[in-house]
């Protein structure tokens, strides 16, 4: 078998597409080095080192569009392939299967949280979810999304959830956890939002919950901001929260696992998510969950958390005003998220991918 990938996002993107790609790809040559896939970056980016089979070029334009649908398959042109995998959309050749993975489909539910500028590219997204051969997806939440809003049955929509990376695990014992925190320049004690800032996120009814604490908490944001987004500077000096909310901006790779592990309770509480990495990170880290009773999320996390309706700021507040004083309901929590965490690797989604490439093929 041989297969051509788009791994545009490898190096560097979105916080999403760029984990998925990122992970499920160093998995997949862990467990096929023997696999002859070709996997295209983009122009400026780092060649990998080639893996036995596995090889690595670049690729012209950036622009999703016509990088996918045309420029892959004529990469490929003379050294045929039998199979297509890409993000979001799908070669328009059809000299192969082709397999595309889509995370959601939440701009047919929630409109009003994307510019005209995402929904006009959502457009191309919906145009290759009817034509391409397999659809990938995070969540049963997004199969039935994603089949109720395409006319495709759910044996073309294959939900392969998404992995946590092993480099979030709790501190050990005898870390200074104090001397960390002045390290990263951390409150002594912190809420945690991870995770883009826009208005799907649903920030300024956390920051209504964060005045209703039983003690005042301050609150660390880490994530980059998107195009569209509340007034968030004018919500917190309404709420007089200025000096309690702390926005970090994108958090390295290496860095973000301690922050994970340093809070007190991981709060994330969006109208809408298509899957939910950050929860699932929190939890491998050992930090108790507040989420969202929406969407994927239920799926996700289970009852290794609290969930709450995301309208209501008060229920955000009682959650997690529960796990800071309830000290045995805070430990049962921790240790069913750390169980939790556990059934979602990176390995079991490159093996389940694997397992689909095999079938179509």
């Known amino acids: 078998m041989r297969v051509a990938i788009d791994a545009k996002w490898y190096h560097r993107g979105p916080a999403g597409v760029h984990t998925y790609i990122r992970n499920l790809l160093d998995e997949l040559r862990l467990i096929r080095s023997d696999l002859e896939a070709v996997a295209f970056v983009r122009p400026h980016d780092p060649v990998p080192e080639t893996t036995g089979s596995w090889r690595w070029q670049t690729l012209r334009p950036e622009l999703s569009a016509p990088r996918v649908w045309w420029a892959l398959p004529r990469a490929v042109r003379r050294s045929p392939v039998d199979l297509f995998f890409t993000q979001s959309l799908a070669p328009r050749s059809r000299r192969a299967p082709r397999c595309m993975t889509v995370h959601d489909v939440l701009w047919h539910d929630y409109p009003e949280h994307f510019t005209w500028r995402e929904r006009m590219h959502f457009r191309l997204i919906d145009r290759d979810i009817r034509h391409a051969e397999i659809i990938v997806t995070d969540s049963e939440h997004s199969r039935e999304r994603i089949c109720a809003t395409s006319g495709r049955t759910d044996s073309d929509v294959r939900v392969i959830p998404l992995g946590v990376s092993g480099r979030f695990r709790p501190l050990p014992a005898e870390a200074d956890r104090s001397a960390l925190r002045a390290e990263l320049h ?24 964060l005045t209703m604490l039983p ?143 095999e079938e179509i093929v």
């Open 186 to 209: 951390l409150p002594g004690r912190f809420l945690l939002y991870v995770g883009r800032i826009n208005r799907r996120k649903n920030l300024p009814n956390l920051f209504r919950a």
């Open 215 to 357: 003690e005042p908490l301050d609150l660390v944001c880490a994530g980059t901001r998107d195009w569209l987004q509340d007034d968030l500077g004018r919500t917190l000096r309404d709420l007089r929260l200025e000096s309690r909310v702390h926005f970090l901006g994108r958090v390295s790779d290496d860095t973000l696992p301690v922050i994970c592990a340093l809070a007190d309770v991981f709060v994330y509480v969006p109208f809408a998510e298509g899957f939910g990495i950050p929860p699932l990170e929190a939890m491998a880290s050992g930090t108790p969950v507040v989420a969202s009773d929406a969407t994927s999320l239920p799926e996700v996390v289970g009852d290794a958390g609290l969930l709450v309706p995301p309208g209501d700021p008060q229920a955000i507040a009682e959650a997690v005003g529960r796990l800071l004083t309830e000290g045995d309901l805070r430990e049962a929590v921790r240790e069913r998220g750390l169980a939790r965490a556990r059934q979602f690797t990176w390995r079991q989604a490159a093996e389940k991918t694997l397992a689909l490439w």
